[in-house]
């Protein structure tokens, strides 16, 4: 028998084995008693439900999901046998302790689920309870697919916060509606209830038209995913940054006289008072479009320079500090929130102190843990959410597996040495246990700053929205393997190697090349400690040799690539290689995760396109060496031609790889372009963060390092020195042009 009572036993770990009865099973229910006896369920089963307390449209979900598993049911009568019932009724689920004191909220949320040879029994007190039955029933079904076995036992379970959030960033890209709906509606399978979604310029705002992009979503779309979210248990929240990370309307002339220093686009003036009216106005038309949604978040990230600027600080000091006047803002903004019904969350972090807590309304919510202030939100009576992150400052794919490189803290200092899953798994677990705070919630963000597709997002997600709904007897590697199990099901093949050589490979992507100050961008202007100006940071590599005229040979005898990055390289190659055979072979097993396979395969052909040009570099400057001790004129000509052609096919791939990307991704994602629909995009940097998505209008910002590696110049000069060396020896002239810097 496999049996977990998370609330009795809880410092007992539990590890599902795959195959188990249950290892499918994320979240992790407070209670569960499965044996190791099993009865199928088949076709002539029917699905018996009280039309009165069960809603069609989980009714109607709960069919369609069946029938995608290989069993369509008909709805039968109550004397029907054997059958699925479906039964909501008040009080009929307990539930046992939890960290969320709002036990009502925690209740509607609860079910039992029975499962005997005869009869299968969802119980709960609300529809909400229902639907979650159903996907823990549905989760156990795909588990032993195409069997249609279930295990013979119970499950009682009940979440331990109201809410986990995932934060969805369409800041710099945009999903099609179709998307963000699969989206949602795959997060609720996982017990998800609420879905955060940053748009940014992604909206059709009327109130602020200036800052509208080519493909933004209409009010009507936006209302739609809203209706589609709420028939699937899950709140759509608007989000919107203020005063802060807000470069996407201030970098437009239209608002320029909202800025809080003139020539820095990131922040707003807090005390301008056409900064409140355009913000009040913009939230108002997302309440709008998102009518019956309860939350709303206000983010007020790193709101460094609040009171610091000459306009500003006159108030700042009346109030009592920088901190003070950051208070009085989130306040007004935030009782205009609540005056249109929604509950309103924002990041309770510097420049707010301890004693600004006070001039906070009590009525919203803290998004942001700080265990050291936490005992002082909750005497004022503001509640708390756990937020932590699948993904921070990372490109390519998220640090799930780290290569344990120099530091063993991250930029955004999160723990290295243990991965995103763990991490999170300590940030919530660590937060809970010392119970500092009246905790309603988790939210995990995941940053598409750094330009990776949120897909890669989807194991945070999962794992860590689980340790909010029960955080005891799961480690962070039993929910990872329960993510391969319940995600891919029970056909995949090795997933977690593959998240495992894209973590190491993706880390490596970032640290094979070297940080230079940037030639090639506007000039920073500050950080979170200072206002300043200073140039920004890219990445190059050394150059490619250039033989002498006349006599081929090479003064600098150093390698683009070290002796470590090339060894690295050379090793990570044949498990790129691997990671792409397990991906191909999962796409045949797949089913509803074709889409997330092949986002992992575009991950996979980036990494492996950087290890090829890691290799090929130093494996030009071979070539050039040998022309330079060559026997004869013709053999120096053909080390040289053999370079040239090395550094041709290094385009073709990479222009090639980039094109694989880009028609993965914008299978999902409408296109990133500077005009459509009318509309055209302003392509601007912020001044004082570093998005590596605005470097460039479309995905090229993926190879921006690469196009400015200067290969063109190398190419004319290499051919340069040939050709005059072919020619004082009478050998063939070539006239090809690289142009390295096209890639379509």
């Not at 320029?256 to 990131?266: M, Q, T």
């Not at 939230?283 to 460094?304: C, Q, R, T, V």
């Not at 000091?317 to 903004?333: T, Y």
């Amino acid at each position: 028998m496999f049996s977990v009572n998370a609330q009795v036993n809880a410092a007992r770990t539990v590890a599902a084995k795959t195959g188990s009865p249950g290892s499918a099973l994320l979240p992790l229910p407070q209670q569960m008693q499965l044996t190791d006896k099993t009865f199928t369920i088949s076709k002539s089963w029917k699905i018996v439900s009280d039309r009165a307390s069960v809603p069609a449209e989980v009714l109607k979900g709960f069919q369609e999901d069946l029938k995608n598993a290989g069993l369509p049911l008909s709805v039968g009568t109550n004397g029907s046998s054997p059958a699925i019932r479906l039964v909501v009724k008040k009080g009929s689920v307990k539930i046992g302790t939890s960290v969320d004191t709002n036990r009502a909220a925690l209740t509607r949320q609860a079910y039992q689920l029975s499962l005997k040879p005869e009869a299968v029994t969802i119980t709960a007190n609300d529809p909400q309870g229902l639907y979650y039955g159903i996907q823990t029933l549905m989760q156990l079904l795909r588990a032993q697919a195409p069997k249609m076995q279930l295990p013979e036992g119970e499950i009682t379970d009940w979440p331990n916060v109201e809410v986990r959030m995932i934060y969805w960033d369409d800041a710099h890209h945009v999903e099609k509606l179709a998307a963000l709906k699969r989206i949602i509606r795959q997060a609720s399978t996982y017990k998800i209830n609420a879905f955060s979604i940053k748009l940014e310029g992604h909206f059709q705002y009327k109130s602020a038209p200036a800052i509208v992009e080519p493909y933004a979503l209409t009010p009507e779309e936006y209302r739609e995913m809203a209706d589609y979210a709420k028939a699937h248990y899950v709140d759509l929240v608007p989000f919107l940054d203020a005063p802060a990370h807000v470069s996407f309307i201030l970098k437009h002339p239209e608002y320029r006289k909202l800025r809080l220093i003139d020539d820095i686009n990131y922040q707003f003036s807090v005390t301008n008072p056409e900064t409140f009216k355009l913000l009040d106005a913009m939230f108002s038309e997302l309440i709008n479009a998102s009518k019956g949604s309860k939350f709303i978040i206000l983010s007020n990230d790193e709101a460094y320079y609040t009171g610091k600027a000459p306009s500003e600080k006159a108030m700042a000091d009346s109030l009592g500090g920088n901190g003070k006047l950051l208070a009085w803002f989130i306040k007004k903004m935030a009782d205009r929130l609540h005056e249109q019904g929604r509950t309103v969350l924002f990041w309770g972090e510097f420049p707010l102190r301890k004693e600004d807590i006070t001039a906070l309304p009590s009525h919203i919510v803290n998004g942001v843990y700080n265990k050291a202030i936490a005992a002082d939100y909750k005497k004022h009576g503001i509640r708390q959410f756990v937020y932590t992150a699948t993904q921070g400052a990372e490109p390519i794919f998220p640090n799930y597996y780290p290569l344990h490189t120099k530091t063993a803290v991250m930029a955004d200092g999160s723990d290295r040495s243990s991965g995103r899953v763990a991490d999170m798994f300590r940030e919530i677990g660590t937060a809970f246990s010392a119970n500092l705070s009246s905790f309603m919630g988790v939210v995990i963000a995941g940053w598409a700053d750094a330009g990776l597709h949120p897909e890669t997002f989807w194991l945070g997600y999962a794992t860590a929205t689980a340790a909010g709904w029960n955080n005891n007897n799961l480690t962070p590697a039993d929910a990872s393997a329960r993510f391969m199990n319940a995600f891919y099901g029970p056909a995949q093949k090795d997933m977690d190697s593959v998240y495992r050589v894209l973590s190491v490979q993706a880390e490596f992507h970032t640290e094979s090349w070297d940080w230079i100050a940037s030639p090639w961008r506007p000039m920073i202007k500050g950080n979170s400690d200072s206002l300043f100006l200073q140039p920004e940071k890219d990445q190059t590599l050394p150059l490619l040799p250039v033989p002498e005229t006349g006599t081929l040979a090479i003064s600098n005898k150093t390698y683009p690539v070290n002796a470590q990055r090339l060894t690295t390289a050379q090793a990570m190659l044949p498990r790129n290689k691997y990671a792409l055979q397990l991906l191909k072979e999962n796409k045949s097993r797949a089913g509803k995760q074709l889409y997330n396979l092949e986002v992992l395969e575009s991950v996979a052909a980036i990494c492996g396109q950087n290890l090829r040009m890691l290799v090929t570099l130093n494996q030009v400057t071979d070539a050039l060496q040998k022309a330079s001790s060559a026997g004869n004129p013709s053999a120096a000509v053909k080390q040289l031609d053999a370079a040239m052609e090395m550094v041709s096919k290094l385009k073709q791939q990479r222009d090639s790889t980039l094109a694989f990307v880009t028609k993965i991704w914008y299978k999902e994602w409408q296109p990133l372009v500077e005009e459509a629909n009318g509309r055209k995009y302003l392509h601007q940097v912020d001044d004082i963060k570093d998005h590596q998505p605005v470097r460039t209008i479309d995905l090229s910002y993926l190879i921006y390092r690469e196009l400015h590696y200067p290969l063109d110049q190398w190419w004319n000069d290499v051919q340069k020195v040939r050709n005059d060396y072919a020619k004082q020896h009478n050998l063939p002239l070539v006239n090809k042009q690289l142009n390295w810097e096209k890639y379509k």
